[in-house]
């Protein structure tokens, strides 16, 4: 399997802007995670999926950010419209049943 | 809320000494925690996952150990090597309720040849 699929592994954009980070699990996990990496905060969960339904997303830090997941093999961050303090990496992860967790090698969103 | 610290937040070795970092955590109901990696500009790579009823995990150089009951976690790394700088990452599964990892803010580790 090659693992956890981000794209794109970088993306900058501008103020106001709609930004979409991609995510394909591992085939046969059932979860699915989004995760956020800032010096200052460190790694926060934004939103989780099991069997593509979503599950907590208690983490989500405003209506500007949304998540869906249509399918087992991918799921969608998106953040309309974005702002400079969104900039972080952004992480996937898939697990099955709690059994470790994978992580994606992230995407790394500036918003300037 | 389950909180998780890593002391220290960074720390220097010379090449061959083992070392040991910690890792605790301040509510002991947990399903089971994991050390991740993570290099720099890099996503986070698992090394080792301990299960809340096992004491220890081991692999290659890397030992995990577990005290659920107080709340801590030890990542000991034999004969360390330059390549092993990284940022080292504990993570807390909760036993019920939200299947989220909560992280530490990681040990920054450098291996000095």
């Known amino acids: 399997d090659a693992g956890v699929i981000q794209s794109p592994r970088h993306e900058v954009t501008e103020m106001g802007q709609e930004v979409t980070l991609r995510c394909k699990p591992i085939?046969?996990?059932?979860?699915l995670f989004w995760y956020r990496q800032t010096m200052m905060r460190g790694l926060e969960l934004l939103i989780y999926?099991?069997?593509?339904?979503?599950?907590?997303d208690s983490g989500m830090p405003e209506d500007r950010f949304s998540a869906k997941m249509p399918n087992a093999s991918f799921s969608t961050l998106k953040i309309q419209p974005s702002e400079p303090r969104d900039s972080a990496v952004y992480f996937c992860?898939?697990?099955?049943?709690?059994?470790?967790?994978?992580f994606g090698s992230g995407t790394r969103l500036t918003v300037v | 809320k389950q909180e998780v610290t890593q002391i220290p937040a960074a720390l220097s070795v010379p090449e061959g000494e083992n070392l040991v970092l910690n890792c605790s955590f301040t509510?002991?109901?947990?399903?089971?925690l994991q050390w991740f990696r993570q290099d720099p500009g890099k996503g986070l790579t698992s090394l080792l996952l301990?299960?809340?009823?096992?004491r220890e995990q081991t692999s290659g150089r890397l030992n995990a150990s577990l005290d659920k009951s107080s709340g801590r976690s030890t990542l000991y790394i034999a004969a360390s090597q330059p390549g092993d700088s990284a940022t080292y990452l504990c993570?807390?599964?909760?036993?019920?309720?939200?299947?989220?990892?909560?992280f530490g803010k990681g040990t920054k580790l450098s291996v000095i040849p």
């Open positions: 085939s046969g996990h059932d979860y």
């Open positions: 509510d002991s109901a947990i399903y089971n």
């Open positions: 999926f099991n069997n593509n339904v979503p599950i907590d």
């Open positions: 992860a898939s697990s099955l049943d709690r059994a470790g967790y994978t």
């Open positions: 301990i299960q809340s009823s096992q």
């Open positions: 993570a807390v599964n909760k036993w019920a309720g939200s299947y989220q990892l909560t």
